[in-house]
């Protein structure tokens, strides 16, 4: 369940925070792997359209670090993954530091918000 104290004041982000965890919490229920992978590859796909709804919505108004901690934010989820899919993690243990990431994630956002 997505904390509402990391509410960003964009719906927009918003919604996809909570639907990224909803995915994260999916993988973790999983009956199979097949299932885990296949909501890890959804987890992955809202993160890439999430960005583009965030470039969308601030655009021009980004500054070069916060369009490399978007990258470092794809890219980490990438990497859980692959982690995932080598065995080197548990499915938990991925939800677990993605989760974290995405807090992280939504805390920058509502700064933005603040500064707008």
């Known amino acids: 369940m997505?904390?509402?104290y990391c509410s960003t004041g964009f719906p927009e982000l918003d919604r996809d925070h909570a639907k990224i965890?909803?995915?994260l919490c999916r993988a973790v229920g999983a009956a199979t792997p097949a299932e885990e992978h296949k909501f890890l590859i959804a987890t992955y796909r809202a993160v890439i359209a999430h960005i583009r709804?965030?470039?969308?919505?601030?655009?021009?108004?980004?500054?070069?670090?916060?369009?490399?901690q978007d990258r470092n934010f794809t890219r980490f989820v990438r990497e859980?993954?692959?982690?995932?899919?080598?065995?080197?993690?548990s499915v938990q243990h991925l939800a677990s530091d993605v989760r974290h990431m995405l807090i992280v994630h939504a805390m920058t956002h509502?700064?933005?918000?603040?500064?707008?």
Do not use: C, F, H, P
Not at 80 to 89: D, T, V, W
């Open 53 to 68: 709804v965030r470039n969308l919505l601030l655009g021009l108004e980004k500054s070069m670090q916060e369009k490399e």
């Open 2 to 4: 997505w904390y509402t």
């Open 21 to 23: 965890d909803d995915l």
């Open 110 to 116: 509502y700064r933005e918000k603040q500064a707008v």
């Open 80 to 89: 859980k993954i692959r982690e995932r899919s080598q065995g080197l993690i």
